[in-house]
């Protein structure tokens, strides 16, 4: 029921940082576990991070670990990615989710994305 507006990404150099945003309405973000996900040029769309409703338990990709910091402001109904140290192998689409139950979030099983933007890291 809740509709997803991904925003922030762009054309950074490897090394680089962007900080995703993803927006909701309809529905609150708030009491639901929300996710990332991405999906490379040829590839399938693969998980990135998720947090549970308050933002204090998160779980990252090993790929991304270090790296990427998932957060959320449930008074904004937003939930964030900020992305720092990038690398080529992180150009992607980044989708946002979000759902009542964990285990559909890090599945990518929700049934609900946004529209995606779009991360281009130059070598």
């Known amino acids: 029921q809740a509709q997803l507006v991904e925003s922030g990404g762009g054309l950074v150099q490897a090394g680089g940082s962007l900080r995703l945003s993803c927006a909701a309405s309809?529905?609150?973000?708030?009491?639901?576990?929300v996710g990332w996900f991405r999906q490379a040029p040829g590839k399938e769309r693969e998980f990135v991070a998720a947090?549970?409703?308050?933002?204090?338990?998160?779980t990252y990709a090993d790929s991304v670990k270090g790296r990427f910091t998932i957060s959320r402001d449930n008074a904004k109904n937003t939930v964030y990615l900020q992305m720092n140290s990038l690398k080529p192998e992180d150009t992607a689409v980044y989708y946002c989710?979000?759902?009542?139950?964990?285990?559909?979030?890090?599945?990518?099983?929700?049934?609900?994305w946004g529209q995606g933007t779009q991360v281009t890291v130059s070598s």
């Open positions: 989710t979000g759902g009542g139950r964990w285990s559909t979030v890090v599945a990518g099983t929700t049934g609900s």
């Open positions: 309809g529905r609150t973000f708030s009491g639901y576990a």
């Open positions: 947090s549970n409703w308050s933002g204090g338990s998160t």
